[in-house]
């Protein structure tokens, strides 16, 4: 079983930074694409920023220029940058990964959440 744990997130001020990070651990074959969701109250889950095992990234309109997601392949660590936040970034936000439990078998894995909360 592999374990996505998350960390960084907290309260700041609109126009601060926070930078999270989640680590893979556990036994399986590889990891493809990493990424972070986030829900904020009474809203669906959506993709915040994504990432490839060959750094190619994917954001949200809403968070481009602000965020920066990247990732440490010998870590199994993919990270996000949080800068400008604004109180429209609050949400719990959960980072996500493809993983290969072997060379052709993968399966999806969701951290537990970490929620971030901008105050205006």
């Known amino acids: 079983q592999v374990q996505l744990v998350e960390s960084g997130g907290g309260l700041v001020q609109a126009g601060g930074s926070l930078r999270l990070s989640c680590a893979a651990s556990g036994s399986f074959f590889s990891i493809n694409a990493m990424g972070w969701y986030r829900q904020a109250p009474g809203k669906q889950r959506e993709l915040v920023a994504s990432i490839t095992s060959a750094g190619i990234t994917n954001y949200a309109d809403s968070v481009k220029s602000r965020f920066t997601i990247s990732r440490d392949n010998a870590k199994n660590t993919v990270y996000l940058q949080m800068n400008s936040l604004e109180p429209e970034d609050t949400a719990v936000y959960y980072c996500?990964?493809?993983?290969?439990?072997?060379?052709?078998?993968?399966?999806?894995?969701w951290g537990q959440g970490t929620q971030v909360t901008v105050s205006s």
């Open positions: 996500n990964a493809q993983i290969y439990y072997t060379r052709t078998y993968s399966r999806n894995g």
